[in-house]
């Protein structure tokens, strides 16, 4: 299956099949803009799965997290996937900005769910 996205797709497929899910039960799908993340994107898509991407913009790197976050913006439009941004403005709290960064996300993908 290596270098092979159709393969990927199909186990996809093959995946939700098994476990008995509908391809219409809605799937949130958060999207950093990365690679692993945008290949989980398109391989749910391609699959024909019911997909809404989730991302947050933390601010962190500047340009480039705007780019990211331009990035997750026009591939959801060029494919009419559902778009959730979130502009976070983390406030560690004592607890880090891993784990700020982590609360901030779960919070906005359970708002979404």
Do not use: K
Not at 10 to 39: K, Y
Not at 46 to 55: D, T
Not at 58 to 65: D, K, Q, T
Request: aromatic content about 6%; proline content about 3%.
């Amino acid at each position: 299956m290596l270098n092979n996205r159709d393969g990927l797709v199909q186990h996809l497929r093959n995946f939700w099949t098994e476990c008995q899910i509908p391809t219409a039960t809605p799937v949130v799908i958060g999207v950093s803009g990365g690679v692993d993340s945008m290949v989980l994107a398109e391989t749910a898509h391609r699959a024909g799965l019911r997909i809404e991407v989730v991302h947050v913009n933390y601010g962190l790197r500047g340009a480039e997290s705007d780019g990211d976050q331009a990035l997750v913006e026009a591939w959801c439009a060029e494919r009419s996937v559902s778009l959730h941004i979130h502009r976070a403005d983390l406030s560690p709290a004592g607890e880090g900005i891993q784990a700020a960064a982590r609360r901030e996300r779960y919070a906005v993908f359970e708002s979404v769910r």
